[in-house]
Structures are given as structure tokens and as C-alpha cells.
Nanobody, 129 residues
């Protein structure tokens, strides 16, 4: 069974950068789409970014131009580069994987948290203003 492990969270000042990584154990994540979602205190979990099996990239409007999702060539790690961080970005960030799927996945599908079947434990990102 595939397990996802996030790393890279921490405390950073506003305007700073962090890089989150999501590594899969067991089978690789090459046959699925992978997304990053976050949940701030008292708020619902929300979509941040996703990469389809075929490599399409999707980013939420709130992070577009600041965050970038990527996947390594071995397709075992998906990263989220976060620049120009704001206090509003403070949240627990989760990596999640869809079941095995086709190369293409729509933005609507990958923005929906119910599309993901495997989740990591989450990593805390705190941005101080």
C-alpha cells in the first residue's frame, strides 16, 4: 500500500519561501495524479495545486504566481515551491494521491478533495507577519 510522507514545513516570515516535498513509499506515484491541499485553523480544507499523471499543472488562484508544483523524473517525489509567503498561507499542508488514472485529469476533478484516495499526515506551515 502506498504511503505519502510530507516534509519541509516550518516557520517563515512573510515574504519568505519554503519547499514542501511529498514522497511515496511502496509503488511510485507515477500512475496517479498528486495534489497539495491545505487547511487553516477554523477553515475548510482547500485545494492548492495538483499535477496530473500526464504532467498538467494546476494552481489555485490564491497561490498562482507564488507557488509551483513539480514532480521529479523518477516520479517518486512531488514538490511544492512556495515563494512570497503571506500570513494567509498559514495552514497544515497535505499531499494526496488519486487512484491509478489516465494521463489527463481536469482541473475540476483535481480541485475536488474527494478525488484523492491516499493522504499524507500533513505538515505545518506557519507564516509570521
Amino acid at each position: 500500500q502506498v504511503q505519502l510522507v510530507e516534509s519541509g514545513g516550518g516557520l517563515v516570515q512573510a515574504g519568505g519561501s519554503l519547499r514542501l516535498s511529498c514522497t511515496a513509499s511502496g509503488r511510485t506515484i507515477s500512475v496517479a495524479a498528486v495534489g497539495w491541499l491545505r487547511q487553516a485553523p477554523g477553515k475548510a480544507r482547500e485545494f492548492v495545486a495538483a499535477i496530473s499523471r500526464g504532467g498538467e499543472l494546476y494552481h489555485a488562484d490564491s497561490v498562482k504566481g507564488r507557488f509551483t508544483i513539480s514532480r521529479d523524473n523518477a516520479k517518486t517525489t512531488v514538490s511544492l515551491q512556495m515563494n512570497s509567503l503571506k500570513a494567509d498561507d498559514t495552514a497544515v499542508y497535505y499531499c494526496a494521491k488519486t487512484p491509478r488514472m489516465a494521463f489527463y485529469a481536469s482541473r475540476a476533478y483535481l480541485s475536488d478533495q474527494t478525488s484523492y484516495g491516499t493522504w499524507g499526515q500533513g505538515t505545518q506551515v506557519t507564516v509570521s507577519s
